[in-house]
């Protein structure tokens, strides 16, 4: 139903379900990605809720967030906007997971968010790109060179 990062959004969305009867649970993945992936707790606040609550969840969400802004730290797919998000992207059910794990220790491969439905991958930062001039220099703002998506 929904995925986040700090425990406390995932509660809240939780409660507000349960407020509308919707019974709803939250699992957390963090002790496997602390210990087992050796990386930062992200996307590993997950909040579930019965099939047969499904839609009607989703429509009970989706107005609470309009006017509560709910959802503004979910984390979901850039892409399709999917809340089905793993971090690490590698699949945690077999033991090449470890493998791979040691090469992103050793900074050889990049941990990413992985979206289950598209199976697309983006980072946990967006690189900036300085912003620059016609002639590709970097353009000052008031003493300090500034920086742009891109």
Known sequence: MATFSEP????????RLRQAGINATVVDQSELQRYFFMCE???????YVD???????????????????LLSNQVCCPQCKSVRVEYPQFTRKFITT???EIFCFLRLIDKTFYCQDCH???????????????????????????QEKG
């Open 51 to 69: 099939e047969k609550d499904y839609e009607r969840a989703r429509q009970f969400l989706k107005d609470a967030d309009a006017q509560d802004h």
């Open 98 to 100: 470890t493998l791979v």
């Open 41 to 47: 707790t992200l996307a590993s606040q997950k909040v």
């Open 8 to 15: 406390e959004k995932a509660e809240a969305v939780k409660n």
């Open 120 to 146: 697309h991958t983006w980072p946990v930062k967006v690189a900036l790109r300085q912003k620059t001039d016609r002639l590709n220099w970097p353009v000052p703002d008031n003493g300090v060179v500034r």
